[in-house]
């Protein structure tokens, strides 16, 4: 089945942990239903075999909304749960390595914290980056240095692919990442953990262009 | 290139961490001029690209000795390194996604604890099974239940494949472990972190049978 072109728009980042009370695949669902174009699932301290397992049941879950779905930094869980992709980090494996084990037709997604990262990026190899953190953020404690909107319209003017904004962002940031030149903001703890994930999700959606982005 | 035939008898797992003093390529090299025939990498608590660096510069030190060289759980790094094979645990991904994503010619082996998991083992897809923990070791907190050398007696028994046993084991047990019809030692902190491991590697090897045994 051919990957959907993403609407990056509104990208979630999916935190087992964060989301315990409303349930990981309850709250994949909430966020389509809202409008979310993307979903990575990134659970690092798991064992691959549940990444693997949830990962499956995200696919199942989310195939009518027709998202891609994406396995943050294990390639090996990517290909084998079928999902759509892969998102790595600068510590990951090379993104060379992950499109060849993915083959052509997937996405590989790459996070960009500085300006000489960005003039690294191959748009033939990576599909969209990640661009961050905007601000700092508990989500991750052993992110780089925060790079704030200025830092962000920095890179977008560099930038060969589609990007997502991601560190810290709530709703009343959303007008601020696209105003930098972003396509799409991405968020973990503004939609996991929320009460109603859904109405977190519509909330961010509001804030976003009427129509995706295209380069 | 071919993946060697191991000789199971000795089986260093690399851990770098309790490599710090004499190095990680220096480590494996003195118990590959020992007599270790299948030596493996594990450091969970690397990044990913830490791990394929290394796993490269370990596959380049040690082809004078055709020896195969197993990277622990991650077979993507295990792909893209071009190194021999994986060793999975019962939580990684499921050894037929292993086997898929390395093709026929690479080495897939299993961790085993139970006589459950031994039954389930398919000898068309698992190259060799590790067995174990037999005594419980520092080295790997959140290992199973140790086994003993009646529980390895007993598993071999209806072991369809080569097995090395694993878990705390020192020279002086090399002999029971032989006896209870395993095909070879597997140790971590025996060799890593000795002063000598290259002298470590030979007073194990001493007590192991003087030719490989074949299945």
Redesign the interface.
């Known amino acids: 089945m051919p990957v959907p072109t993403p609407d990056y728009r509104l990208y979630l980042v999916l935190d087992p942990k964060l989301c315990a009370q409303t349930g990981i695949v309850q709250t994949a669902l909430a966020a389509a239903q809202a409008g979310a174009g993307i979903i990575q699932l990134r659970a690092p301290y798991w064992?691959?075999?549940?990444l693997?397992e949830c990962a499956i049941e995200l696919k199942t879950a989310l195939a009518p909304f027709k998202i891609p779905l994406i396995i943050d930094?294990?390639?090996?869980?990517a290909?084998?749960s079928g999902a759509d992709g892969v998102h790595i980090?600068?510590?990951?494996?090379?993104a060379t390595?992950?499109r060849?084990?993915l083959g052509p037709d997937k996405l590989v997604g790459l996070s960009i914290n500085t300006i000489e990262q960005m003039k690294n990026v191959d748009p033939t190899i990576v599909d969209y980056v990640g661009v961050g953190p905007i601000f700092s953020t508990a989500t991750k404690p052993d992110a780089a240095a925060p790079i704030g909107f200025d830092g962000l319209a920095q890179l977008m003017k560099i930038c060969p692919v589609p990007a997502v904004a991601i560190g810290g962002l709530k709703a009343n940031h959303v007008k601020e990442i696209f105003k930098a030149g972003a396509d799409g903001v991405a968020v973990i703890s503004a939609i996991c953990g929320q009460k109603d994930p859904n109405v977190a999700a519509q909330t961010l959606f509001k804030e976003c262009p009427d129509t995706r982005l295209t380069r």
């Not at 064992?47 to 549940?50: A, D, N, S, Y």
């Not at 980090?89 to 090379?94: A, E, I, S, T, Y």
């Open positions: 064992k691959k075999r549940e693997y930094d294990h390639v090996d869980v290909v084998a980090g600068q510590q990951d494996l090379p390595c992950a060849a084990m």
